[in-house]
């Protein structure tokens, strides 16, 4: 390799003239002598070129040029080595303009463990110590069940004891459970031959790439073998074991038996991301899926995003399969590698599957977005509610009650709770005001209270950190001298919302407080307000209703509370009574009763 560096200082333009006309990897390193950016090229004085076209500049592009004080360079034989270096530059460097690619590293891996009796078993980590990881599974029933069918088929240890010939000679461990249960033959007291257990753990590796067949003809082997010397019994347990080979093969995703060994990439290109999905299919079956999720730093275009997702996967998986099937053919070929862009038949069809995981990816990751959006906008909201209203910790337990009514008639009291910024609905409570007659809202709402704090105290309950009255100043006086009654008006921060200008009272401030419209903590209050309001009509409204029906059955003689009970509980519609046929109100009401019921709506006709 050949290596030149070109400083500069002011024009940086005119060095350009003196790049070589190679393939090549190029380096933008700012003035303290920081990668910015690493690059690969056909021709890197074209590339260079082009990122100073003035025609083809993006915004990022020109942030990028204005840092940049220094290129350099290093020549390569041909493009495939320049895809090579430039890739383990940026593993190595990291430059903060080049593409990010995240994968879901988070899926679980099988891996079998390099040692001698190498153990297999599921990881979510991967470590470059030689072991041998198989995967990811974005399943996890398919990765259990996998691995539970290996631990049927096959007895394997499970201890990490470093089982070194010496260790094993001198007798340092002892049979365990698991020998005893018939799980492992017990290496470690030398109870199993090296290579037999070798023998089973190759045959696990054919299963995890796919190779069934292998395996199914070995067991078939074994089993006449063992049919012949009359071992019948043995005979039928690896038949057992042929038949769950047979279950798990005919559950994977087989294409066409004739397509053997080959890759399968697609790509949906966005704006600021990608999403790439590799599959990889051996004797017709998918064996194997992954996803990368890519960052663009400087509008990357997609064929140069797909190419570098598909060296970065064969590189991680070790793959060296000679056949790819893409959507494009890369301006870049990989040696030893032929690129097929099929139009039709079981290819395409390949194709199109990985486009669908692709976008479920996508899908799925756009949701976490969301969800991360949601969890920082409640924690800034809590953050702001705490510097607003000079808390001395975070609000993380907030409650909200509103008072329902018409007229005074069927008051009720709704209690909303939020924990985190989010509804706990499982706490929320409905209260039927009990001691208070007629349009009273402040003493409904000193009767909540006392109840409400009452079970604080005598349960001894988290008291929240924030509690929300929906009224203006005479709401929360009142809130504030039933907490006093009880002593307990220091236990929690209590303030008041008045819904026409959304001010915010605050005990011993006869001036409200206004937060900004924007803010997140008044959103957060707003919601909560508008969530407890929600939860309370809804309650009276229910037993408006009922109350309703219930005073149309009070003018019915003989019709008890638990009759009218059975009635409302076969129907809300009591018109509807006189369609009933007199056997089937006998059945829910008795004789009696339905007689009763059955006459006086008829008599209505």
Request: hydrophobic share 35%; proline share 3%; net charge positive.
């Amino acid at each position: 390799m050949e290596q030149c560096q070109i400083q500069y200082s002011l024009n940086i333009k005119k060095t350009i003239e003196n790049l070589p006309e190679k393939p090549g990897v190029y380096q933008f390193y700012d003035g303290a002598g920081e990668v910015l950016y690493i690059g690969k090229a056909k021709n890197i004085k074209k590339r260079i070129n082009g990122h100073y076209s003035k025609s083809t500049a993006s915004f990022k592009q020109e942030i990028l040029l204005k840092k940049t004080d220094e290129i350099r360079f290093i020549i390569v034989e041909n493009e495939s080595d320049a895809l090579l270096l430039e890739n383990n530059l940026i593993k190595e460097y990291q430059p903060r303009y080049n593409i990010l690619l995240k994968d879901d590293k988070t899926f679980p891996w099988i891996c079998i463990k390099n040692e001698r009796f190498p153990r297999v078993f599921i990881t979510r980590r991967m470590e470059d110590d030689g072991s041998e990881f198989f995967g990811p599974y974005t399943s996890v029933v398919m990765i259990k069940s996998l691995f539970s069918l290996i631990k049927q088929l096959y007895t394997l240890r499970t201890c990490n004891y470093l089982l070194s010939p010496e260790n094993i000679e001198k007798c340092k461990f002892r049979k365990c459970l698991e020998y005893h249960l018939g799980n492992c033959k017990a290496p470690c007291e030398g109870l199993q031959d090296e290579r037999d257990y070798n023998y089973s753990v190759q045959q696990i590796r054919d299963i995890l790439k796919g190779n069934i067949q292998q395996v199914i003809g070995h067991f078939k082997k074994r089993m006449m073998e063992c049919s012949a010397s009359f071992r019948f019994e043995e005979a039928q347990q690896i038949k057992q074991k042929l038949e769950m080979l047979e279950k798990f093969r005919a559950k994977s995703l087989i294409v066409n038996p004739k397509i053997n060994d080959i890759e399968v990439y697609s790509i949906i290109d966005e704006e600021n991301l990608s999403y790439v999905n590799y599959l990889k299919v051996v004797k017709g079956a998918i064996v194997q899926s992954h996803n990368l999720e890519v960052v663009k730093k400087l509008d990357e275009e997609k064929e140069d995003i797909l190419l570098t997702s598909v060296f970065e996967i064969r590189k991680r998986f070790k793959s060296y399969t000679r056949e790819i099937v893409i959507p494009f053919i890369p301006n870049i070929q990989i040696e030893g590698v032929t690129y097929v862009v099929p139009s039709k038949g079981d290819k395409k069809k390949l194709l199109e599957l990985s486009l669908r995981n692709a976008n479920s990816y996508r899908l799925d990751r756009l949701k976490n977005a969301e969800t991360n959006k949601k969890i920082l906008f409640e924690d800034k909201a809590l953050e702001n509610l705490k510097n607003e209203l000079r808390l001395k910790q975070l609000p993380c337990h907030i409650e909200c009650i509103d008072i329902s009514n018409i007229q005074g008639s069927d008051p009720v009291a709704s209690c909303v709770v939020f924990k985190s910024g989010r509804p706990a609905r499982s706490e929320y409570r409905h209260y039927n005001i009990k001691s208070v007659t007629g349009i009273n809202d402040f003493a409904s709402i000193g009767e909540i209270i006392m109840r409400r704090f009452r079970h604080f105290r005598d349960e001894n309950a988290a008291i929240p950190d924030l509690f929300i009255v929906d009224g203006g100043k005479g709401q929360l006086n009142a809130a504030l001298a039933a907490l006093r009654s009880l002593e307990m008006e220091n236990s929690t921060r209590l303030i008041g919302i008045a819904k026409r200008l959304e001010e915010i009272f605050v005990p011993g401030d006869p001036i409200p407080l206004y937060l900004d419209k924007n803010a997140p903590g008044l959103k957060l209050i707003q919601r909560i307000r508008n969530e407890a309001h929600r939860f309370g009509i809804t309650f009276h409204r229910n037993k408006r209703s009922r109350s309703m029906l219930g005073s149309e059955l009070d003018l019915i003689k003989g019709i008890g509370n638990v009759t009218k009970e059975k009635i409302l509980g076969l129907t809300k519609d009591l018109g509807t009574l006189k369609t009933i046929p007199l056997e089937e109100l006998e059945k829910v009401l008795g004789r009696r009763a339905a007689s009763i019921i059955y006459k006086h709506y008829n008599q209505l006709l």
